[in-house]
């Protein structure tokens, strides 16, 4: 998140009032997703009379919100109609094959928003004010509502994830996918290399989703579930290849590089380790968007970080692999980080 | 508030997760207030074990903390110690004379951000969810926490409204201050012309603001209260000048018109009202902050709203004014519309 523009060099108050209603921005798309407003966007002539009739909602709140969000970037408005932004279009109407509106329950989550609610005590003690490990307790719900929500999101990452994962690798491979959620990233490696066999490691009831997934793409013959915590489930084994997906930022260094040295142990010598992540510069305050995440990692875990590559780089070596290499995947937050088992 | 960019030609999905993490940002600069770190910024190395010991705080939350707000331009980071933006040091350090960090309180005010939570409600029913008139239920509190916390911010608009307010008068006058809040630009009225006698008229405890501000500024011996309903009260009179300041917005146009005859009941001919207020323009998609000062009316209130030129002279006409002229405030959200009682 964030713009993260250079700041300005004369003072602006604005930014100030700006930002103490930020919460407002919020409130509205959710909003809008909420009555479908883009679907009807999409759809209709876009006067406000007729907006109103297709949300089942007022005209003064539809004609305020769609004045709104015209304002902050999501419609424009021409002749008292309102339409989509290029964004709108490809991202928010829901008959865009596109569209991300579902990330939503995922962000809005009542859990991780209320994280936020005295960040100022959050900060004081260090740590989520949430019971034990926050947002990563055991068989926490809302794990299967990001497999449910936050695929639209994932998936356009799981190609070049699943290319850099399988560069030079040829015949049969068994795929270990790491907190797997939704399941996409292993689904792709299967779907891009058909000797490829998948185990897939998340709470059993998380794996439902993964499984509905990889039954959808036709690749259920080729992929097992692995029910369970990834720091004790046996995985089984050996793997040639690992995926570690948006996982490592909830936990501090030396609990990853306990993970990582199990991850080791479960593979074959020369096997390769993907870790996708957001991946901050070493200034951690760039880019914006992966920087910005250590944040949401401070309000809702225990010890969590966006790790800069450095910090990645000594814990897979720790952990006893060598050749770490990033790979940022162009047009996302998120880079991936290879290493190899020697 | 929003920047009120023009929609990019090219879909821009960070767009969707910046705003749906939008209220992070409020989170993080309201904490930093809390914190006193813009203060501590100011006044030290800037390096995050002094910070945290300087706020109380842990050193992982406030790396973070600034981290963050380095990204979104509250603070400078440069060899691991940050440091103020031209807009922190001129306005979030307590130190600066024109520190705005108490807006904070107003704009945080627990029942303000909740009328928030379910937008998408608001939207169906058209109207706050908030019991009554919302914000403007009469003895609120949020008012008095109002007349406290954001006179900081209206400060800069006193002088160029009593300029304008004052504009050709000379000799004693009588001024009327409705909903005078802080009382500052009545006081502002009362400084700027010797021969000016002050009435502000506000809830009884909100007055108690203002009347201490007429003291410090000392202005007393010609400030007197009128506490009650600005729809009841008896207003005395009569004036040569009446201002109507951040108060119309709360209302539907025949309430306004209600209140505005009142108002020209009260006054002499040739008398001037000034309202000063969010005026949008006639797209009511600009400028960003006058215009999505609806979302907040809408939020908030029955059936108030940020109104138009167009709108404001229409009330003032109805109401017996003329003259109707806007004068916008350089460097501010609001404008100020004048008009004359013939």
Not at 53 to 74: N, P, V
């Amino acid at each position: 998140m964030a713009t993260g523009a250079r700041p300005a060099d004369t003072p602006q108050p604005g930014l100030i009032f700006d930002t103490l209603l930020a919460y407002e921005r919020t409130a509205a798309l959710r909003a809008a997703i909420e009555l479908d407003l883009f679907r009807a966007i999409g759809e209709g002539p876009g006067d406000v009379p007729w907006l109103a009739a297709r949300c089942s909602a007022s005209e003064r709140g539809i004609r305020i919100l769609c004045d709104y969000l015209t304002i902050i970037g999501f419609l424009v408005k021409q002749d008292q109609r309102y339409g989509h932004t290029p964004t709108s279009a490809a991202f928010l109407d829901p008959r865009s094959p596109s569209c991300l509106a579902s990330i939503s329950r995922f962000l809005g989550n009542s859990t991780m928003v209320a994280s936020f609610n005295d960040l100022a005590e959050v900060i004081r003690h260090g740590h989520t004010l949430l019971p034990g490990e926050g947002s990563v307790e055991p068989e926490n719900p809302v794990w299967v509502e990001f497999a449910h929500s936050m695929a639209p999101m994932m998936a356009p990452l799981a190609a070049p994830l699943g290319a850099i994962a399988l560069e030079g690798v040829s015949g049969p491979v068994r795929v270990l996918d790491i907190a797997a959620g939704h399941g996409l990233f292993g689904i792709q490696v299967a779907r891009q290399h058909p000797q490829a066999r998948i185990a897939a490691v998340d709470w059993a009831p998380v794996l439902e989703v993964a499984k509905a997934n990889a039954r959808t793409a036709g690749v259920e013959d080729r992929y097992e579930t692995l029910p369970g915590s990834a720091f004790t489930v046996d995985y089984g084994g050996p793997y040639q290849i690992v995926l570690i997906t948006n996982f490592l930022h909830h936990f501090d260094p030396p609990t990853c590089v306990g993970l990582l040295r199990k991850v080791h142990r479960a593979m074959t010598p020369g096997g390769r380790v993907a870790v996708l992540d957001f991946v901050p510069n070493e200034d951690r305050v760039s880019p914006p968007m992966a920087a910005s995440f250590s944040l949401v990692m401070l309000a809702t875990t225990a010890a969590g970080d966006a790790y800069t590559f450095r910090e990645l780089e000594r814990m897979l070596r720790e952990s006893g692999f060598e050749g770490v290499a990033a790979h940022p995947v162009p047009g996302s937050p998120h880079t991936v980080v290879t290493a190899t088992k020697s």
